[in-house]
């Protein structure tokens, strides 16, 4: 297992629609291994592979208090989502320290494949459904500041663009 470099917004790799898992072999595991390590060392609680420019259908993630329960879904799809939306504040390892509020399904049903290739079901309420949401936006090349009026969202890019000129520099 390695950390692996967290692609920021808003680098155009971001907006990359994913492809199915098309086999769950060993690489497979080794990635979301690695990816699980990335997001717990961040201190996150899901990381989508496209956010560490893999663009293939993977998502991990872990919303419990005790932050043992780790959850990997491979080609994850939603078959069920409730009507009833709820707003939650959300934040993002590729948008460190931005938080703003997204409405989304307060319940949603996912099928996926776990690390052995097996599918699942999970049902997903509060946090755990605002991560698993949000993990599959990020799949199909979505980033939560696209929910934000274009104003906040110029101000985000701005600020992150700024941080990396500036992270850059303190490097060099």
């Given at each position: 297992?390695?950390?692996?470099?967290?692609?920021?917004?808003?680098?155009p790799?971001?907006?990359?629609?994913?492809?199915?898992?098309?086999?769950?072999?060993?690489?497979?595991?080794?990635?979301?291994?690695?990816?699980?390590?990335?997001?717990?060392?961040?201190?996150?609680?899901?990381?989508?592979?496209?956010?560490?420019?893999?663009?293939?259908?993977?998502?991990?993630?872990?919303?419990?208090?005790?932050?043992?329960?780790?959850?990997?879904?491979?080609?994850?799809e939603?078959?069920?989502?409730?009507?009833?939306?709820?707003?939650?504040?959300e934040?993002?390892?590729?948008?460190?320290?931005?938080?703003?509020?997204?409405?989304?399904?307060?319940?949603?049903?996912?099928?996926?494949?776990?690390?052995?290739?097996?599918?699942?079901?999970?049902?997903?309420?509060?946090?755990?459904?605002?991560?698993?949401?949000?993990?599959?936006?990020?799949?199909?090349?979505?980033?939560?500041?696209?929910?934000?009026?274009?104003?906040?969202?110029?101000?985000?890019?701005?600020?992150?663009?700024?941080?990396?000129?500036?992270?850059?520099?303190?490097?060099?």
């Open positions: 297992m390695a950390q692996l470099t967290i692609l920021r917004y808003p680098d790799r971001l907006h990359t629609v994913a492809r199915p898992v098309a086999a769950v072999d060993e690489r497979i595991r080794a990635l979301a291994a690695s990816m699980l390590e990335t997001m717990y060392a961040e201190s996150g609680v899901g990381l989508a592979a496209t956010q560490v420019d893999v663009h293939e259908r993977l998502i991990v993630m872990d919303t419990s208090d005790s932050r043992d329960q780790p959850l990997v879904l491979i080609n994850p939603i078959v069920w989502a409730s009507d009833e939306l709820a707003v939650a504040e934040g993002c390892l590729s948008v460190p320290q931005v938080y703003d509020k997204i409405e989304r399904h307060a319940r949603v049903k996912v099928r996926a494949l776990d690390r052995d290739g097996q599918p699942f079901e999970i049902d997903a309420e509060g946090l755990s459904a605002v991560c698993v949401q949000h993990e599959m936006d990020h799949l199909r090349g979505k980033v939560f500041v696209e929910y934000l009026s274009g104003l906040k969202r110029d101000r985000i890019r701005t600020k992150m663009l700024k941080r990396t000129r500036d992270e850059q520099r303190a490097r060099a």
